[in-house]
């Protein structure tokens, strides 16, 4: 079974860091497209950043400079470090995948094509 599990999340005060994980199962990670999501209550799925089947990585605005997505091919995990915590960073945070290999996508086309989810882990940053 393909499947994907995220952990790490939990409740920060604001300026703090959470370091999010993500193991993988069941597909060839190490060339996957894959990626994080987030969504708040009340509020649209947003994109907090991709890394393609080449390693490119992208970010949306407001996670630049302070999250980073890495990814350890020899355990299938995807990483999110996140740094200096807002509380508008409060949601649930989702990683995804493309059962495929796509090199130069960014996540709005993850976000089209992706065929699994995890659960999600819950942020919530405290002011």
């Known amino acids: 079974d393909v499947q994907l599990m995220e952990s790490g999340g939990g409740l920060v005060q604001a300026g703090g860091s959470l370091r999010l994980s993500c193991a993988a199962s069941g597909f060839m990670f190490s060339s996957s497209f894959m990626g994080w999501f987030r969504q708040a209550p009340g509020k649209e799925r947003e994109a907090v950043g991709c890394?393609?089947?080449?390693?490119?990585?992208t970010y949306a605005d407001f996670a630049k400079g302070r999250f980073t997505i890495s990814r350890d091919n020899a355990n299938d995990i995807l990483y999110l470090q996140m740094n200096s915590l807002k509380p508008d960073d409060t949601a649930m945070y989702y990683c995804?995948?493309?059962?495929?290999?796509?090199?130069?996508?960014?996540?709005?086309?993850?976000?089209?094509?992706?065929?699994?989810w995890g659960q999600g882990t819950q942020v919530t940053v405290s002011s």
């Open positions: 995804a995948a493309a059962g495929r290999r796509v090199a130069g996508g960014n996540c709005a086309i993850l976000l089209l094509i992706a065929d699994t």
């Open positions: 890394i393609d089947s080449d390693g490119r990585i």
